[in-house]
């Protein structure tokens, strides 16, 4: 209710409209691959062959982690020619790109979080679950504290970073989890991308995204 009353009925449409855009990579391609990790660490965990759940954790992590990095690399550079060619020129001239480019921004937590977390309840037991459920109400608090505090300095955006920053506390206790069950570390350590893949991404995005300012 606090956040309601901050931002105008416009800015809150602006904000539904980008996030059910930005949901549609979420939706499509990053809950599927939650809901079947979930399942084949579930089954993995039950046999008791945690290195192959290890193993499996490392090569999903990698595709969602590869697809989140897509999102925020070339999100910001065709966000205004998303909005442009979906909404119109009433709509790609007013906030709703910028949103969308922080949107872009937010999807690479979404994706890691996902799958971190599908990998927690497949192994975690009822009372570590219980006691990251108590855990959990900080996170609440750092996103409502977030939003509070940056929407003077962005906007409605600062509802997108008070969720990235609720994502990233998520995520750390998940893998705080992942760390303590798993018998080696590698196998989170070898999800990440090699740095090439990484520069390649981040200066394509960057020239997509000067050639869309000069345009």
Known sequence: L??????????WAHYSIVQNLGSLVVRLLLFPIE?????LFSKLVSAAKHDSAGQALSVILRIVILIGLLCACFGPAYSYTVIHILYGAKWSLTGMPRLLSWYSWYIPLLAVNG????????????????RRSVLLMPTTAAYLLCSYILSPHFGVAALII??????????????????????????????????PSIATLVASGLLAYSHDVVR
Do not use: C, K, W, Y
Not at 115 to 130: D, K, N, R, W, Y
């Open 162 to 195: 008070g969720n990235m920053a609720q994502l990233a506390l998520r995520t750390l206790l998940s893998l705080r989890h992942i760390t303590t069950f798993l018998p080696s570390s590698s196998h989170l350590a070898s999800s990440l991308p090699s740095i």
């Open 35 to 39: 809901d079947m990790s979930q399942l």
């Open 115 to 130: 799958v971190t977390e599908a990998f927690l309840h497949a192994s975690a037991t009822p009372g570590q679950i219980a």
């Open 2 to 11: 606090v956040l309601l009353a901050i931002f105008q009925a416009d800015v």
